[in-house]
Every structure is written in structure tokens, then in C-alpha cells.
């Protein structure tokens, strides 16, 4: 059974930095695309990063490119998100989302339950 368990995640003030990292069991990661997806209050859960098998392509939604990374260790069986720069309007639930790509929720057969990332103004 495929388990995704995210970390990293807590409170920062605005301008900081976090990283967050998913880490799987049950599967060997690198066998799949990862995405990063969040959530914020209210609102539908909505794309945020994405990451091929291998670590040469990637994807990133519009409101982070340029001030996040996605990367993977698939030795570690691990992918991490690193967020610079962060404002308020990042503070949401983050998940990672395996087997599948692209930016839809619907694309990914597996979902972590999630690590709260707020910031703070």
C-alpha cells in the first residue's frame, strides 16, 4: 500500500523560508511523477509544483515560479518542495500526490494527509 507522509511544515513570517519533504512507503518513488498541491481555507485545492520520475522536468504553477523548487533523492525515496520568499497567501495545507502528472488533482493516484504551512504578515 502506497503511503505518502509530508513534513516540514509550520509557522514562518513573511520572507522566510521552509522545506518541505514527502516521503513514501509502500512503493518506490522514483517509479512516479510527484506534484505538490495546497489548500488554503475556503478554497479548492489548487497546483503548486510538479516533478517527473527522474528530476528532469518540472512544473510550477504560476504564483510560485521563481520562488520555489521542487527536487527529489530518489535514493531517500524522498521529493521536497523549498519555498523562499513566502507571503501570507502561501499559508494553506500542503500535500504531495503521487502516480500521476500534471496540474490537476484528479491526475494523481495517491495523496499524503498533509503538513499546515502558515505565514505570518
Known amino acids: 500500500q502506497v503511503q505518502l507522509v509530508e513534513s516540514g511544515g509550520g509557522l514562518v513570517q513573511s520572507g522566510g523560508s521552509l522545506r518541505l519533504s514527502c516521503a513514501a512507503s509502500?512503493?518506490?518513488?522514483?517509479?512516479?511523477?510527484v506534484g505538490w498541491f495546497r489548500q488554503a481555507p475556503g478554497k479548492e485545492r489548487g497546483f503548486v509544483a510538479a516533478?517527473?520520475?527522474?528530476?528532469?522536468?518540472?512544473d510550477y504553477g504560476d504564483s510560485v515560479k521563481g520562488r520555489f523548487t521542487v527536487s527529489r533523492d530518489n535514493a531517500k525515496n524522498q521529493v521536497f518542495l523549498q519555498m523562499n520568499s513566502l507571503t501570507p497567501e502561501d499559508t494553506a495545507v500542503y500535500y504531495c500526490?503521487?502516480?500521476?502528472?500534471?496540474?490537476?488533482?484528479?491526475?494523481?493516484?495517491?495523496w499524503g494527509q498533509g503538513t499546515q504551512v502558515t505565514v505570518s504578515s
Open positions: 509502500g512503493c518506490t518513488l522514483s517509479d512516479y511523477g
Open positions: 516533478i517527473t520520475w527522474s528530476g528532469s522536468g518540472t
Open positions: 500526490a503521487a502516480g500521476g502528472w500534471g496540474t490537476k488533482v484528479s491526475a494523481y493516484n495517491y
